[in-house]
């Protein structure tokens, strides 16, 4: 069981930038592939980025590219988004997911446990 904690976000104006961290309980965390995803209202849960298990490879939604970093620290069991250059339409719920997976993933059914999520809002 892995119990996955998201910090870091909040209001921001379009421009700015943010960087959401997300802990993750117990001593597998380097056993697990690590995904951002997001929900804005009335849309479906979308993925945003994804980590492989060493940190060695990493997957962006094309949306995303270019502004968002995905990172990981093994040692401290958290994984991280940066996300710069932060426009209205990356506001959302964030959510932290891990799978016990070799090859990380876009699909969302593919990850065993989520954060409850937290808000981040762009203003215009």
Do not use: H
């Not at 998201?6 to 960087?19: C, D, K, N, P, T």
């Not at 995303?64 to 040692?75: D, L, M, Q, W």
């Not at 990380?104 to 981040?120: C, E, L, T």
């Amino acid at each position: 069981q892995v119990q996955l904690v998201e910090s870091g976000g909040g209001l921001v104006q379009a421009g700015g930038s943010l960087r959401l961290s997300c802990a993750a309980s117990g001593r597998t965390f380097s056993s697990y592939v690590m995904g951002w995803f997001r929900q804005a209202p009335g849309k479906e849960r979308e993925f945003v980025a994804a980590i492989n298990r060493s940190g060695g490879s990493t997957y962006y939604a094309d949306s995303v590219k270019g502004r968002f970093t995905i990172s990981r620290e093994n040692a401290k069991n958290t994984v991280y988004l940066q996300m710069n250059s932060l426009k209205p339409e990356d506001t959302a719920v964030y959510y932290c997911a891990a799978a016990r997976s070799v090859i990380a993933s876009i699909d969302s059914g593919r990850y065993d446990y989520w954060g409850q999520g937290i808000q981040v809002t762009v203003s215009s």
